[in-house]
């Protein structure tokens, strides 16, 4: 069967469609500027581009395009839509109602609009990427699978803020979670690199990208995360925060005279490494600044490091130890001066790295020092394979 994955976002959609029979993927594709002046499709086979520049007025206008460009008789790779046995939507926030991936029906679709409150930069975006595909390819089943449902595992003392509870019981104010596909996949592969059920490892995954977060993995179930009831919570990131005393943002906004949203602005576009170095939000640059001796950029670094040293020395202590931490995403994957930093004077812990071993960008690798109790692994993520997966088990099953 092939399933097409959708990742829509307010203006843009991310596309996939992946032959399930060998896993490979067939055709990729990135909708951009939907609604806005210069829509654009940019579709990859093969390594060779095909791309479309034509008014997309809606998400129904971008799917459309998307189908087109999938059974193009030149640049696609099906004949017809009929091809498409069913497609996978990347939801971010199933709140409590969704523990695991599901078939989305009228009630689902109802659900995900009732947890907008809790992301609305998102499951807006995410439920027109659904709207648009039911009605562009009304036969086709669809499976919603979440950012947050791998981390419902949780229990309360992980999930709650010390905040009144009525504020969680009333208004659902809690930690949620993100990158749960993420973390769901790299801990499936960490327990096959390792040769042991994942139901007998204690794992400490550490997602860091754009947006970085950290996860303890007890016996195949997430027992904490860093990210919270939105992804600003957590270590430093490109752009947001993480972590930051609450007090602090009413001391800012009184100084300087900004409303909430704009403080929330600050906190999710302007501050991370870009806020404390000044460069950009992007790893590379801000490493390449720090080695031209840029010392705001080192300190935006060390800071992750840092963040990431204590969520593993926490996670560790919740665990009562770990048997591996697993390096993912964007940074986990490419910086090596990433991984070394963190995992130097990690010895207390039974982990050490092999700097040889450790050289080495985006290839599943066992980078532990020889006699390391704590296993040091780097996996590549691949969010969309969970994806497609769940998907093809839900349909499998329906049908
Ligand atoms: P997203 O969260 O948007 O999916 P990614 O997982 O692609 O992001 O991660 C993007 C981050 O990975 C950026 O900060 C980028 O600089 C960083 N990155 C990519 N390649 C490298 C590299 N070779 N060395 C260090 N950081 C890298």
Do not use: W
């Amino acid at each position: 069967m092939k399933i097409l994955i959708v990742n829509a976002g307010s203006s843009s959609l991310k596309y996939q469609l992946v032959n399930m029979d060998t896993e490979e993927t067939l055709a990729k594709g990135l909708i951009e500027r939907i609604g806005i002046e210069g829509s654009k499709l940019t579709q990859k086979v093969n390594g060779e581009k095909h791309i479309v520049e034509a008014p997309m007025n809606d998400h129904v206008a971008a799917t459309k395009y998307m189908i087109e460009a999938l059974t193009d008789g030149q640049h696609g790779v099906v004949t017809s839509m009929d091809e498409i046995g069913a497609v996978g939507h990347r939801v971010v926030q199933g709140g409590e109602h969704f523990t695991t991936s599901v078939v989305i029906d009228d009630e689902v679709m109802k659900a995900i609009e009732e947890n907008a409150p809790l992301a609305p930069l998102h499951n807006p975006p995410n439920l027109m990427g659904i709207k648009a595909c039911k009605q562009i390819m009304p036969n086709t089943p669809m499976v919603a699978v979440f950012d947050t449902s791998f981390h419902q595992t949780m229990p309360p003392e992980a999930f709650l803020y010390g905040v009144p509870l009525d504020y969680y019981r009333r208004l659902r104010v809690r930690r949620y979670g993100f990158h749960g596909t993420s973390h769901r996949y790299v801990s499936q592969r960490a327990a096959a690199m390792l040769g042991k059920p994942l139901e007998e490892l204690r794992l400490i995954t550490c997602h860091l990208g754009n947006g970085s977060s950290m996860a303890a993995i007890d016996h195949g179930k997430s027992v904490d995360t860093s990210m919270g009831m939105t992804p600003l919570e957590g270590v430093i990131m490109g752009t947001r925060s993480g972590n930051v005393d609450p007090a602090v943002l009413q001391f800012i906004m009184n100084s300087e005279h900004l409303s909430v949203d704009e403080m929330l602005d600050i906190l999710n576009k302007k501050s991370g490494f870009l806020g404390i170095s000044g460069v950009s939000s992007d790893m590379r640059d801000v490493e390449e600044a720090a080695e031209q001796g840029n010392k705001d950029a080192q300190i935006s670094i060390d800071m992750l490091y840092r963040g990431i040293k204590k969520y593993i020395g926490a996670y560790a202590a919740i665990m009562g130890g770990v048997d591996a931490i697993v390096f993912t995403a964007g940074i986990g994957e490419n910086s090596k001066e990433l991984r070394e930093a963190v995992m130097t004077n990690m010895e207390f812990l039974g982990a050490s790295i092999d700097t040889e071993k450790n050289n080495v960008r985006g290839k599943e690798t066992d980078i532990s020092a020889p006699g390391s109790k704590v296993k040091v692994l780097i996996i590549p993520t691949d969010e969309e394979i969970v994806i497609a997966r769940d998907t093809l088990e839900l349909v499998g099953n329906k049908a």
